[in-house]
């Protein structure tokens, strides 16, 4: 059979549908779906993406058979629309758009009023009788095709367009009457046949053969590719191209154009939320070039269409059940729908939204854990601004993606990048964005925006990107040459500190202090709560001090996996005992020192087992490398040593003599309990003592004591001695006896492949993947960064291994330790305690893998309960939201 490349929709009947994306692009099977659902779309056609992957196998021509088959679709549309192609008295005229699989805002390119020429503008007069219309469509046509097609630049069209506004002494495009607009046609046709050294394509069939291929052409442009290695899209999915019917928004005062969500996308309210323009078209609402009006400013201006406009919002969310972003265009009166997708939303509004869905019945609690990515809390769990805090605010603009955020004031996307290589914090200040600056807008703490609504490229792809963003904000006027912005007579350079806030819109003088994110309370707290009656994995946090601990309590975390008590040395004056601990000559002045330690270490370790009441702390023995604690720099050296009352020629000799050439791999982890065993002792004294008292108060810990960096089962036979043994001192001394474990860290290849010996003196194995993933690949964590992002570049490794867990490797030694020691000891608990307990797709491996808890820093507790849930749930549950009656 021939291969078919092209699907038509119109009138009510579609031959493809919303299930087909991968054939249709999103943007195609939705205007299929719609028309199938009796929603008014103009008609038109699709051409596969299969047939733009062929397109380039072919050595960038179309395949055969695509030319004919676009003529009789073409002839089916003119039937459809009852107007020809060409046709000089009233011509059909087209737009021809891209579309992906997924959504690439602003990625691909469209042309519209393809059609007009010289003599069918004549046609357009005659049939709007309105010339000025018809030439304004003209006029475009020419600069689209001129820009997409031709690849001329933009500026040189808008140069024209400018000067002629300024000639007329006219700011509006809309204020240029036919005559102007006849004149631009002229030039522009001129700046064609000078940049492009051909003269505009005068036939129709001609413009659709050429703007076809151009669509293709742009699947492999450079802001394409970018979007694509971004966001981690296959280069081989192609996109399909759309040929409809065009509706037209700028026929007068009855006509516009807009772009709704049939929910709040920022705050995910029940209400219909969007912009329109009035007598404009297409593309104009998100450029962001004219300021378009609130969707509620529709219902008092055309009450009837508003109607009809919230029944179709209403027909799409019960039919796709989630929210669907929608661009609409009003003909003399009549509304047509261009397009649906699913709505982009911050987190914030994807949680309310699956939540009320849920409440609502349009989605089941499974189905409403699983529309939040993991990741988006991220967004959540972002600083903000202290309300009660008195700020400088400079300016308001739009509050277009929430959250806060401060840095230095940047210009350009290039300055963005280089301060984020620099390590520096920067706002990305623009007029507006384009797509040429999303590795500006990656590299940006923030977006500042001149000019664009709440749905401008600046809005939409920081929403998607999770970054504060203040768009629109019109009291400020931008230079991004010279690098400064102006706001009354106010003038912030580049360098300059800045705060935003995305989510109220504020800009504010010099860099303000940030407060910490959301509670678990309202939807937020019944979507986590709804995660956690789904996942079986376990999850823990890592907590080093009481203060993470109430954090943690915050979170909901059911224990503390790991706590670093190391982290508490540099509190307060502590230092001062650390470092005498480390100077001591003898056990016996080290043990003078500990004494110092131990009723700090035991104080912090009470506070934590009284907030975590019943719940298990783990807690880790000392483990960095001894030289961590001392100073480096001579001039430190000095300080230090003159507060301590040594030599300072002693302590540096000291500080010689304790660094090595590779730490990590040093006299460290339970190496220092074994040549130090009166830092175990003193460390094992100081929890059971707290434990005892706390026993005695009435309250309920459960301490696990947890030995570090272990590579055979003596080590930790040596250790778990020392704490047995003062476990039992203390406990006679209490006359109280307390639960608790003792463990290990599995961190080390061996550790992982003898694990089934290690589990006979284990009652517990937590994966601390950090060393682990260091130690498997060979690869210091502390100096990967210099070359891992070349390696990240060219594919070597798909992902950082530091960020998610490197399954193929890493994990297959999880798989054998967890394997080994299962089998030595059945109960054996099992965790993770490396950074990668909160990535989401590590999660996901760690509950296939079995494991009995995660446990991650604080505030990604709520990330990992979620990923916990949707491992359970992917796949098992089938997401109703297509093709249901
Ligand atoms: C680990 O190695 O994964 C771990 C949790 O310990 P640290 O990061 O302190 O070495
Ligand atoms: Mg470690």
């Known amino acids: 059979m021939a291969k078919k490349y092209t699907y038509f929709f119109g009138k009510g009947r579609a031959e493809g549908r919303a299930e087909q994306k991968n054939l249709l692009g999103g943007k195609g099977a939705n205007l299929h779906e719609m028309t199938a659902l009796k929603i008014p779309v103009p008609p038109g056609f699709t051409i596969s993406t299969d047939t733009c ?27 459809a629309m009852g107007k020809r192609f060409g046709d000089p008295k009233d011509p059909l005229l087209v737009s021809v758009r891209s579309g992906a699989r997924i959504s690439m805002p602003g990625m691909m390119d469209t042309v ?49 367009l400018s000067d002629m506004k300024r000639q007329k002494k006219v700011t509006a495009d809309t204020d240029l009457t036919a005559d102007d607009l006849m004149n631009l046609v002229e030039q522009f046709k001129e700046v064609v046949r000078r940049e492009a050294g051909r003269d505009f394509p005068q036939d129709p069939q001609e413009q659709l053969r050429m703007a076809i291929g151009a669509v293709f052409e742009s699947w492999h442009n450079k802001r394409a590719i970018e979007y694509r290695r971004i966001y981690k899209v296959p280069d081989d999915w192609g996109t399909a191209v759309n040929i409809q019917a065009m509706v037209f928004g700028n026929l007068g005062d009855d006509s516009g154009t807009g772009v709704a969500f049939t929910r709040d996308p920022s705050m995910g309210e029940r209400r219909i939320y969007g912009e329109f323009l009035q007598n404009a078209q297409g593309e104009d609402v998100v450029a962001g070039i004219r300021t378009p009006r609130p969707i509620a400013d529709l219902k008092e201006a055309w009450p009837r269409v508003y109607r009809e406009f919230e029944r179709i919002c209403r027909t799409l969310e019960r039919h796709y059940r989630d929210m669907m972003d929608i661009e609409f265009t009003i003909e003399n009166g009549t509304l047509y729908m261009l397009q649906c997708r699913v709505g982009k939303r911050t987190a914030h509004a994807a949680i309310k939204i699956a939540v009320d869905m849920a409440k609502e019945r349009l989605i089941d609690r499974k ?16 600083p903000r601004i202290d309300p009660t805090l008195k700020v400088r605010k400079i300016a308001k603009g739009l509050a277009a993606s929430p959250g806060a955020a401060v840095g230095k004031a940047v210009f350009t996307a290039e300055e963005a990048v280089e301060a984020a290589e620099q390590h520096e914090k ?49 009291d400020i006027v931008v230079n991004d040459e010279d690098g400064y912005f102006q706001v009354a007579n106010l003038t912030i350079r580049r360098g300059d500190s800045i705060t935003i806030d995305g989510t109220t819109g504020d800009v504010i003088i010099g860099a303000v202090e940030l ?26 946090t890592n907590a080093d001090t009481p203060t993470d601990a109430r954090v943690t309590r915050k979170f909901g975390a059911e224990g503390i996996g790991l706590c670093r008590t190391e982290h508490m040395f540099f509190e307060g004056d502590r230092i001062v005992a650390v470092r005498e601990m480390i100077l001591a000559e003898n056990a016996d002045e080290r043990r003078k020192a500990l004494a110092k330690l131990l009723p700090i270490q035991k104080q912090d370790f009470k506070a934590i087992f009284e907030l975590m009441n019943g719940l298990p702390v783990i807690i880790r ?85 947890m030995i570090p960096l272990v590579s055979d089962v003596k080590e930790l036979r040596a250790q778990r001695e020392i704490v047995e043994r003062v476990g039992r001192e203390v406990m006679k001394e209490y006359g109280v006896k307390v639960r608790y474990l003792v463990g290990t860290m599995i961190e080390l290849p061996r550790a992982a492949l003898v694990a089934d010996q290690i589990a006979e003196a ?23 960064g210099r070359f891992l992002p070349l390696y990240l570049e060219k594919g070597i490794l798909k992902t950082d291994p530091f960020a998610a867990l490197d399954e193929e490797g890493v994990g297959a030694l999880m798989r054998i330790g967890i394997e080994k020691g299962r089998r030595a000891k059945p109960q054996l608990e099992i965790g993770i305690c490396g950074e990668h307990g ?33 491992a359970v749930l992917k796949g098992k549950v089938k997401i109703k939201e297509m093709g249901e009656k």
């Open 53 to 79: 992957i062929e397109y380039f196998k072919q050595g960038r021509r179309f395949p055969r058979g695509l030319w004919s088959e676009v003529e009789t679709q073409v002839a089916k549309l003119e039937r």
């Open 112 to 160: 519209l009023n393809l059609g007009l020429n010289d003599k069918t503008v004549q046609g357009l007069i005659q049939r709007s009788q309105n010339p000025r219309f018809a030439y304004d469509s003209y006029r475009r046509l020419l600069q689209m095709f001129g820009d997409v097609v031709l690849g001329i630049k933009k500026i040189a069209f808008e140069g024209l």
């Open 367 to 382: 189905v409403a854990v699983l529309r939040v990515e993991p990741w988006q809390l991220e967004q959540l769990l972002h």
């Open 426 to 474: 920067v706002i990305l200040v623009r007029p507006e964005t384009s797509p040429e600056d999303i590795a500006g807008m990656v590299a940006a703490q923030g977006i500042l925006t001149a000019r664009g609504g709440l749905t401008s490229h600046a809005a939409v792809v920081a929403r998607g990107m999770g970054k504060a963003c203040v768009a629109g904000c019109t």
């Open 515 to 540: 407060t910490q994110p959301e509670e678990l309370t309202g939807e937020f707290g019944s979507l986590i709560g709804w995660a956690d009656s789904f996942r079986k994995i376990g999850v823990r």
């Open 621 to 705: 023995t000392l483990d960095p490398p001894l030289h961590e604690f001392l100073p480096r720099k001579d001039e430190e050296i000095r300080k230090v040593a003159e507060n301590m009352g040594v030599s300072e020629d002693a302590l540096k000799d000291k500080v010689r003599y304790l660094q090595e050439f590779n730490p990590m791999l040093g006299h460290r982890g339970c190496r220092l309990g074994i040549s130090h065993p009166e830092i175990t002792e003193m460390q094992a004294r100081a929890i059971f003592e707290a434990a005892c008292e706390l026993k005695r108060e009435g309250k309920r810990p459960f301490p696990e004591i």
């Open 762 to 784: 284990a009652d517990f194995f937590s994966f601390g993947t950090n060393d682990l993933t260091q130690t498997t690949f060979g690869l210091s964590r502390d100096d990967a």
């Open 838 to 870: 909160g990535e989401p797709s590590s999660v996901e491996l760690c509950h296939r893998l079995g494991l009995d808890y995660v446990s991650c820093s604080p505030y990604r507790v709520p990330i990992a309960k979620l990923a916990a849930a949707h």
